[in-house]
């Protein structure tokens, strides 16, 4: 356990997998949001971002997103 160590965890908001199902589609998002979400568990003081019109590069995709993530999340961490 991270304890209430500030973490933000950021995942794109969709997950396109071309050829599947609808069904195996939204098992495969339910398993990936899981385990996001057990990333975040590790903190008391954690946030999932999901973001938009992004792939598996974050950083690549969307560049603005994740500088105003990083700089909440170091806000946090200084108690502002």
Known sequence: SLGDLPVTVTTAAHHPRPGLTASVQSHLEQVWDDG?????????????????????????????????????????AQGS
């Open 36 to 76: 996001q979400a057990h990333w975040a568990g590790l903190s008391s003081a954690s946030d999932v971002v999901r973001v938009d019109d992004a792939g598996h590069f974050l950083l690549v995709d969307q560049p603005a997103v994740i500088a105003a993530e990083v700089e909440r999340l170091l806000a946090r």
